[in-house]
């Protein structure tokens, strides 16, 4: 089955459009493929407000959310990808969802991040000449 993630993140921005309210998204900035303002980041997260008055050409598809904002006056792509989604919710009353659990998610671990690469070995140190005085 396909990850219901991107079809509740729609869905719950849609919801929160026509309620007059706020979206934001809540997103895990150390996932590999997210391009945020790392400036704004803490403790490996980041919160932005994605509501049309603050956005443009903002998408959700199958594989992300992305978007252009202006941060400290300067714009930005935004990418994310939706394994790093941590939850969507409304800036007024905090009505939203958190993700890791609805069906499909646990394909997102096993696609969007990348095994740990190995530790690279390291060549043992040759010794190298040795300079002597002679008188």
């Known amino acids: 089955m396909k990850p219901s993630r991107p079809y509740l993140?729609?869905?719950?921005?849609e919801w929160m459009q026509d309620n007059d309210l706020t979206p934001h998204v809540v997103v895990n900035a150390d996932?590999?493929?997210?391009?945020?303002p790392v400036q704004f980041v803490?403790?490996?997260q980041i919160v932005l407000n994605i509501a049309p008055t603050a956005v443009r050409g903002f998408m959700i598809d199958d594989q992300a959310v992305s978007f252009n904002a202006r941060f400290g006056g300067v714009p930005m792509d935004v990418y994310i990808p939706l394994g790093a989604v941590i939850a969507i919710y409304a800036r007024e009353n905090a009505a939203g969802m958190g993700f890791g659990i609805e069906p499909g998610?646990?394909?997102?671990?096993?696609e969007e991040q990348p095994p740990e690469p190995p530790e690279?070995?390291?060549p043992p140190k040759k010794k190298g000449p040795v300079l002597k005085v002679v008188k």
């Open 120 to 122: 690279p070995e390291v």
């Open 9 to 13: 993140l729609r869905a719950l921005y």
């Open 31 to 36: 996932w590999s493929g997210v391009v945020v």
């Open 42 to 44: 803490e403790d490996g």
């Open 105 to 110: 998610a646990d394909l997102y671990d096993m």
